[in-house]
């Protein structure tokens, strides 16, 4: 039988600019005392994740990513496999990770990226930690995608919004971050909002089934309402991952 080497284990899922949800929710968790032990995380779960796992506290991730806007983070390109590069990302990441490579995190981290060659998802565990994040994060068609060992990788989220494979039979308890709801909406607000709605309802059916896997799910439901290009909504999306966790856990106390 496999020995659970980690007390708690986190998933955070992507969700571009609504990834600024899983800072306040590693806030509440620190605050229970249930700093995770190991980070799964993919696109903007993986950007979050990142740098917590290398020491950083979530409102200093918060003030690093919200120095520019999402438009700062591009650089318009030729297109061949994508119109933009993840520039911006690429020099924040640069700057301020002090770890280049996985084995020198603080905490141990796994980033899911799509192999874009054979359709698979991988799980990145040692290497390059910016060419991970940057392929992980690697939305289709809108950006290049990123070569490690001469293959090309997109986002991760495609094929696997909430991974939990890669460390499910490592923890005692694993706790999931979701911010991809798909309840009722106020309305919708033109061809971006469109899009991003049929995205979260794609690939709603195949998170469900991995629910049962989680001895805590968050998923804030009143982040439907907020678009994943929307930094500016950054402070409140983090106050909203808070508030839920603290309601979650404080239940549990009870």
């Known amino acids: ?17 609504r990834g600024f949800t899983h800072l306040g929710v590693l806030k509440a968790l620190e605050e229970f005392d249930m700093t995770p032990e190991i980070i799964s995380g993919v696109s903007a779960g993986a950007i979050a994740g990142v740098l917590y796992a290398d020491g950083f506290a979530p409102e200093e991730i918060l003030e690093i990513y919200t120095r520019k806007s999402i438009f700062e983070f591009m650089e318009m390109t030729v297109p061949k496999t994508g119109f933009f590069r993840a520039t911006g990302l690429k020099e924040t990441l640069l700057k301020n990770l002090r770890a280049k490579t996985f084995d020198q995190l603080k905490i141990p981290l796994v980033v899911t990226a799509t192999n874009l060659i054979v359709g698979k998802s991988e799980y990145f565990r040692e290497g390059n930690l910016v060419d991970a994040i940057l392929a992980s994060s690697c939305v289709p068609v809108l950006f290049e995608a990123v070569l490690i060992n001469k293959i090309p990788y997109i986002d991760g989220g495609i094929m696997n919004n909430l991974p939990v494979e890669p460390i499910a039979g490592e923890c005692k308890k694993l706790i999931g971050v979701y911010i991809n709801p798909t309840g009722p909406i106020d309305q919708l607000k033109g061809m971006v909002h469109i899009a991003e709605r049929s995205f979260h309802l794609a690939i709603a059916s195949e998170m469900r089934p991995k629910q049962h896997l989680f001895d805590i799910f968050i998923e804030p439901s009143e982040i439907v309402n907020y678009s994943m290009i929307d930094m500016k909504k950054a402070p409140e999306l ?16 009870e």
Not at 4 to 15: A, D
């Open 238 to 253: 983090f106050d909203v991952g808070y508030r839920k966790t603290v309601e979650i856990l404080s239940k549990g106390k």
């Open 1 to 17: 039988m496999k020995v659970k080497k980690y007390n708690i284990g986190i998933v955070l899922s992507g969700g571009a600019a």
